[in-house]
């Protein structure tokens, strides 16, 4: 993580560059993770995931964005500037 907004969104440094090199992107497969618990589903909008729950955006950096919908991901995650993020694609074990 390498910036967190007001929000308590979690911002990472994870291009869709670095994505696309290591995992097909268009399999839902992918796992993110951050500190074990998955982050929820790369989706293209907040709105597609409920109140309260986790997802995952790729933001106007263009690079992978953690929050939690109408609450904060840093609470959520327990996460501050430096946590680390995994991914997996879940059929491929990459």
């Not at 911002?11 to 618990?37: D, P």
């Amino acid at each position: 993580i390498i910036h967190i907004d007001r929000f308590g969104n979690l911002m990472s440094n994870l291009s869709v560059e670095i994505l696309r090199q290591y995992f097909k992107m268009e399999a839902s497969g992918l796992k993110i993770k951050i500190g074990g618990k998955i982050a929820g589903p790369l989706v293209d909008s907040y709105s597609r995931c409920s109140k309260g729950r986790s997802g995952c955006v790729l933001n106007s950096w263009g690079c992978v964005e953690v929050f939690c919908r109408e609450d904060s991901a840093e609470r959520h995650f327990k996460s501050r500037i430096g946590t680390s993020i995994t991914v997996n694609e879940g059929r491929s074990g990459k």
